[in-house]
């Protein structure tokens, strides 16, 4: 067990705004001599839609909440009929209308980022040495690992390709 405190103790902070202090890989080296063989498995298989675990249950209804919200908002800017019903909750529908009115994709990404971790964080509470906190942390680096793969560059490319898709097909008509 004591290795399990130095675990968590060695882990260094993550926040919305900043980097990746290490990829998912290195965390679970460094939780597989650490934690018990059936928590390894869960955690080499966390994604940010899995279901099972400790915090990851809470997080998991929190998170498909948020997406139907995205999904819903922006089935409604676009026209379309939203068919899912569900509960909506007033903080994320805020969260969810600032992010979608974001001046741009990376920017929504961000505000949205903040939200999920504090959430995280209010699910964590006074949790320390324990799995909830490690499966916070988890799930922190997953969210990090995600937006770290948009760069400004590879947006402004994609976004020319589309732009350039969608002239081709006004000019074909």
């Given at each position: 067990m004591a290795s399990y405190y130095y675990l968590v103790s060695s882990l260094p902070t993550l926040s919305a705004d900043g980097e990746m202090p290490f990829d998912y890989k290195t965390f679970l080296n460094m939780c597989e001599s650490n934690v018990s063989e059936s928590k390894y498995d869960i955690l080499k298989n966390l994604t940010l839609?899995?279901?099972?675990?400790?915090?990851?249950?809470?997080?998991?209804?929190?998170?498909?909440?948020?997406?139907?919200?995205?999904?819903?908002?922006?089935?409604?800017?676009?026209?379309?009929?939203?068919?899912?019903?569900?509960?909506?909750?007033?903080?994320?529908?805020?969260?969810?209308?600032?992010?979608?009115?974001?001046?741009?994709?990376?920017?929504?990404?961000?505000?949205?980022?903040n939200y999920e971790f504090e959430y995280i964080d209010s699910l964590q509470g006074l949790h320390m040495f324990d799995d909830y906190l490690l499966f916070g942390y988890a799930i922190k680096l997953k969210l990090l690992e995600r937006v770290s793969c948009f760069t400004v560059d590879q947006g402004k490319e994609e976004f020319k390709h589309l732009f350039e898709q969608a002239q081709q097909r006004v000019l074909s008509l």
């Open positions: 839609a899995s279901t099972e675990g400790p915090l990851v249950e809470e997080w998991a209804v929190f998170y498909r909440q948020l997406m139907k919200e995205l999904s819903y908002q922006r089935s409604m800017r676009m026209g379309r009929p939203y068919s899912s019903a569900f509960d909506k909750e007033p903080e994320s529908a805020a969260v969810v209308s600032a992010a979608l009115a974001a001046k741009n994709p990376l920017e929504a990404e961000k505000l949205l980022l």
